[in-house]
């Protein structure tokens, strides 16, 4: 890859942040105004500055700008920060060193439809080859429009860094979106990469992409940061708590205190139930799930589940606490008595299923039992010290003991960290 050639799919928070990263990240060179160093992938010690700038920024609210492919046409990622920082609408004056400003596009809105058309124009005319997506979707329905994105910019020959969990998650027509998305991607000789999306940018996809040989046969953690805080906050100092004439004197906050301070940070969803009553963590832990038996389902001709040796269950099948029953009263009085305090549990283990020629399945296969739990958790626990908006998850596997991962209290960066890396592996691999 000589060049990389961005396509910012939303320019919200996530992507805003992955910008201000790339200019902060860049080295000047005589030929380029902006340069990232990349490391061939393979294992070579030899690094290149490649050029890279933003083609098309695509949003929802603020409208949408690209520029023709040339050799000097970019849009001026300084003056889009500031331009969206102050409310403003994206335009054909944020474009820099060119002499064809009328062949700029500019929308003030843009449709799943317009989007769609614009990602194929993109790659088939070779405008853009990295399409950076962190737009919303409705996870409790079908994940779209962001899926629909992400399949047409593979289709179009474009590479993919995604911070979508959806994706991960959703099946269409009884088959894994994931594995459908991956075998374009392949066809195309494309890469499709999503370190952002079940914590923060923590490289925990990376982790397993690099661990051959290794099967993972249990995954435990708290993949949900606004559970935690409200159980956290709901706890206060806890240590501190005190039993008086047979009363529980609470040293915390209500649950509705908890859930609006959380608000206030900005991590809770949109929809706030997919927070509360655990679809959020039920979506990381399948996005996992799937992920970890991607290598089976891939090396499959077919996409339908009833071929492959690892079954993941759909989403509604994932039985989910709701935290929002948990009391001041039951976390202290469960502390006074046994120091124990509750969280929200995601877990998932390997386990068999015998053959059962009655319902067509003649040979014994694995699948995952998932759960999202409040569990009360002992001091011995790797999860019990865990607070705020803290993220964890432990994998267990079939050669080593327990890895865990632990993200404190992340932030933005975080994200478009994940974004960041996924960007500079796709240039790495293309460079080898």
Known sequence: MKEI??????????????????????????????????????????SELVPWKVVCIITRRHGSVCV??????????????????????????????????????????????????????????????????????????????????????LQAGMHVASANKC????????????????????????????????????????????????TCTKIRGLLNSTSTMILSRIEGNIDKVVESDGQVEHVGETFEEALEAAKKVGI???????DIDGWDAAMKLRALCVFLSSSVKLSSSSSSSEDYDVIVPPLEAIPRDTISQINPELICT???????????????????LPSDPAIGRHHPIKT????????????????????????SVQFWSDVMGPISVVSQDPTLMDTAYGLFADVVRIASQSLS
């Open 5 to 46: 050639r961005l396509v910012l799919l939303g320019f919200g928070s996530a992507n805003r942040t992955l910008a201000r990263m790339l200019l902060d990240k860049s080295e000047k060179d005589d030929s380029c105004r902006h340069c990232l160093r990349v490391v061939a992938s393979g294992g070579s010690s030899t």
């Open 68 to 153: 023709p492919y040339s050799s000097t046409s970019e849009i001026n990622v300084e003056d889009a920060l500031e331009r969206i920082g102050a409310d403003g609408i994206l335009d054909a004056t944020l474009v820099r060193n060119t002499n064809e400003a009328t062949t700029s596009t500019a929308h003030t809105t843009a449709t799943t439809d317009d989007t769609i058309k614009l990602l194929n124009e993109l790659g088939k005319t070779q405008a853009a080859n990295i399409v950076v997506e962190a737009i919303p979707s409705n996870p409790k329905s079908d994940g779209e429009p962001a899926i629909s994105f992400i399949r047409t910019a």
């Open 167 to 214: 994706p991960l998650t959703h099946t269409r027509n009884d088959k894994e979106t994931y594995f459908e998305l991956q075998g374009i991607a392949k066809r195309n000789g494309k890469i499709y990469l999503h370190e952002s999306a079940v914590m923060d940018g923590v490289p925990i996809f990376s982790l397993w992409s690099n661990l051959p040989g290794v």
């Open 268 to 274: 809770v969803e949109e929809d706030e139930s997919l």
């Open 334 to 352: 469960e502390f006074l008595t046994s120091r124990k305090k509750v969280r929200s549990v995601a877990s998932a283990e390997l386990v068999d």
């Open 368 to 391: 995952w039992k998932m759960r999202v739990q409040n569990e009360f958790l002992s001091q011995s626990d790797p999860l019990y010290n865990l607070n705020g908006s803290s993220a």
